[in-house]
């Protein structure tokens, strides 16, 4: 065989063995994109299987969701109840039996002596036959004042506000112009805050009124009322407090006496411009006002494929270069991703929000109690239409989402996630090798691309935007976005010790946002261990010159064995390098980890123990680490808004125990936060730029090089002498063309299937 001949062979032979590694990758990736349903969402059928088999347990004596009443049996919540990891784990990688389907559903027993609230799985799908009682964690089975408020609450509190403010209706309409009766377009509405009430069982909530126009958030009237809704006869709802501009009255009677008499200090609020005129929009408004110096009135850049998709997308599995993942929208707290793999190997089992929570100071009773725990307000079923060149690009792909949420069947929710590939605008890696001559060796760089899966959550006035971002160089990124209106109350001159003065009566009250994340990290594995790298400075005496010293930095290296340990307060230095590690090593002999790196502004606000603290025991920590255990899988519920005195989910309880942690199965749990003080340029909305928070996922010592030497995105230049420079790539330059986006189009509803 000659030289060339044997050349040719070593090619072909090469061609064939990376075309079955390429297969082989191909087949195990698809294949854990078959079994991702495991991990999927109740489809619409088998949300109407669970709610026709409990409609048919006479013994629940179940009711509509929308009968207006309290004194009910409702079914307030059907999801996915994920199944044990175990069972999963066994199923994914050893190909054991699917584990039974279950729903988690939250029945509300209103009709009862002693009103409760019960959990249950039913089961198996897709025709369930079975339910059994989900016990509580000890000693924390949620009050009947815990649960969420639901819309008929909402309907009878709406109700029982016309009835109860009518003796100030004249007063409306002198103050705001506005009314509670009769009002056609000029009706007043209101923002209720939580936590609801002083103590664990009370239901009493500060409503704030505003005038019902766009943006009526940043629209306070000036009056706040403490109502306690807390009986299942909405007869008995009563008004206890009224704060007006500054002073307390006991009743909206007493307050209708003295403006009577003129012993109230009024405000009149300027007219709003009517809507839809051509007069100046309210300033509340989107419409656009003022003029760039330098005018934009064409379209600005967008982004096209000309060649297609480069992931794939099977039923909720998710390919894309060597990452691969699985993902749902839990109706309760929002988007998870399970099962993450890079080149077929598990880095993380779960990925998911666990709670967005936004804690206020203010000067009016109802800025001073605002402490919102948006689990508690359905964050992760309010995932309405993303918009195409806007939200996401137009040529992303659109998922629809189904949520059994304070209704009487599944609500399909269009366009509610998107999933799409983008250019970064910055190079993933580069490098200019330049000589000593004016010129260069080579030039290499790798194009900045990556895959983001996206949702939002709009809980009334706040949006937030939910990303996971995949890079080809094994790294994963979570970060939320806030953007929408901000909780505002009326202009008072002391509450400028609480925020800032952002319109004439409008006060942007300061609040700190924190989120919670839960990692549950299997890196190479499911036995890993928590260990910390710092930088310390070391003093030595020169070695080439022993008459100096120098002062270099040297690595310090800390395991960390107990849960205890390994829960960092905030005020505590956190280390930079947060490492998971695997017992397993890379080429070079140094165990094979990922670290966790952090991007955060937040604090602890609320004092260790101070009464509703409880119910967020987490943001004591920017980072505690658990061993993983089947009862400590959420941080949060849905129930503590509104009982923090006494939460069914004490995330503090988790580190009780002070489990050992090392090769053992481990659990990250991470927040994430900003103090925002509003200013003038949050109207109409807060902006996203310096609003963002979140963590990446870097493989450190995981792989022997960088995996993203896979893509072939790369270009590589080299200099020629007497000619053009020689290029190299690894996938052609696209055909020159125009590819124009599809026409744009946004629906805006969501409806029942």
């Known amino acids: 065989m000659t030289g060339r001949e044997a050349l040719l062979l070593g090619w072909a032979m090469a061609g064939i063995l990376a075309l079955q590694t390429l297969a082989a990758a191909e087949h195990s990736q698809w294949s854990l994109g078959s079994k991702a349903g495991v991990f999927a969402d109740l489809s619409a059928e088998e949300l109407k299987a669970v709610h026709n088999f409990l409609w048919s347990q006479r013994e629940l004596a179940l009711q509509p969701a929308k009968a207006p009443t309290m004194a009910k049996n409702s079914i307030f919540l059907i999801e996915m109840l994920l199944p044990k990891k175990q069972h999963v784990l066994k199923f994914l990688d050893k190909g054991e039996g699917h584990p039974a389907r279950e729903a988690h559903v939250v029945i509300f027993f209103g009709a009862q002596e002693k009103p409760n609230i019960t959990e249950f799985a039913v089961g198996p799908l897709p025709y369930p036959h079975y339910m059994r009682v989900l016990p509580p964690r000890h000693r924390h ?55 609801r009430g002083l103590a664990s069982g009370q239901r009493r909530s500060w409503l704030i009124l505003q005038r019902e126009v766009e943006g009526y958030f940043l629209h306070p009237t000036g009056m706040e009322l403490l109502v306690d809704h807390g009986s299942q006869d909405a007869n008995d709802w009563v008004v206890e407090q009224v ?5 307390f009255y006991r009743s909206p009677e007493e307050l209708a006496h003295k403006y009577g008499n003129g012993e109230v200090d009024v ?19 989107y419409r656009p006002r003022g003029a760039f110096s330098t005018p934009t009135t064409v379209n600005g850049p967008r982004l096209v494929q000309p060649e297609g998709h480069r992931y794939q997308l099977e039923g909720n599995a998710v390919l894309y270069g060597d990452w691969s993942f699985a993902f749902r929208l839990r109706s309760s707290s929002g988007l998870q991703i399970l099962d993450v793999r890079f080149g077929g190997e598990r880095v993380a ?38 918009a195409p060149g806007i939200d996401c690009p137009e040529t992303a792909t659109f998922l629809h989402a189904l949520h059994y949420y304070d209704a009487d069947g599944p609500v399909y929710y269009p366009r509610a996630l998107c999933l799409f590939e983008m250019p970064t605008g910055v190079p993933l890696r580069r490098h200019f090798d330049f000589n000593s001559n004016g010129g260069f060796n080579f030039y290499g760089g790798l194009k900045g691309q990556v895959l983001v899966l996206r949702t939002t959550s709009t809980v009334y006035n706040y949006d937030y935007i939910w990303d996971y971002i995949f890079y080809p160089n094994g790294v994963m990124e979570a970060k939320m976005h806030a953007t929408g209106y901000i909780h505002a109350t009326f202009y008072t001159p002391e509450g400028l010790h609480h925020g800032m003065r952002l319109h004439t009566r409008l006060l942007g009250n300061m609040h700190t946002h924190l989120v919670h994340y839960r990692i549950d990290l299997d890196v190479a594995g499911t036995k890993n261990s928590f260990q910390t790298l710092e ?16 002062v270099q930095p040297t690595l310090e290296q800390t395991q960390f064995h107990q849960e205890r340990q390994a829960a960092f307060r905030f005020g ?29 502004m937040a604090s602890q606000v609320l004092p260790q123990g101070w009464q509703e603290e409880k119910a967020v025991t987490w943001a004591r920590y920017p980072l505690a680490v658990t061993k993983y255990r089947e009862l400590e899988l959420y941080s949060s519920s849905i129930y503590n808004q509104n009982d923090p005195w006494d939460p069914p989910v004490v995330f503090e309880e988790f580190l009780r125990n002070n489990e050992y942690i090392e090769n053992e199965d481990l659990v990250a749990w991470v927040t994430v936060g900003f103090l925002h003080i509003p200013h003038s340029e949050d109207i109409p909305n807060t902006a996203t730029p310096g609003n963002s928070v979140g963590f ?31 290029v190299q790539r690894w996938v052609s330059e696209e055909a020159r063309g125009c590819l124009m986006p599809p026409p744009f189009s946004y629906n805006g509803t969501y409806r029942p299937v």
């Open 141 to 195: 089975h949620p009050s009947w004042a815990s649960r969420p408020v639901s819309t008929t609450e909402y309907i009878l509190l709406n109700h029982m506000l016309q009835e109860a403010t009518k003796p100030l209706h004249q007063f409306f309409l002198n103050t705001t112009g506005f009314s509670f009766r009769d009002c056609g377009d000029r009706c007043l509405t209101f923002t209720d805050v939580a936590p």
């Open 243 to 247: 704060w007006y501009n500054g002073k």
């Open 267 to 285: 405000v009149v609020l300027e007219d709003p411009p009517p809507s839809g005129s051509e007069e100046p929009p309210v300033f509340s408004s």
């Open 349 to 386: 089992y779960e990925v998911s929000v666990q709670e967005a929570a936004a804690l206020y100071g203010g000067h009016t009773p109802a800025g001073m109690q605002t402490k919102y725990m948006d689990m508690g307000w359905g964050m992760g079923s309010v995932t309405y239409e993303l």
């Open 535 to 550: 930088m310390k400075l070391q003093n030595i005496t020169n070695p080439w010159s022993p008459g100096h010293h120098l």
């Open 572 to 600: 505590r230095a956190l280390p930079k390098y947060l490492l998971f590690t695997s017992p397993k090593k890379n080429t070079w002999g140094h165990q094979r980890s990922y670290r966790v790196q952090i991007h955060s």
């Open 696 to 726: 990446l996922l870097r493989p450190f010592n995981f792989f022997s090089e960088d995996p993203s030497l896979a893509s072939r995105d790369t270009v590589i230049v080299r200099p020629q002498d007497g000619g053009p420079n020689h």
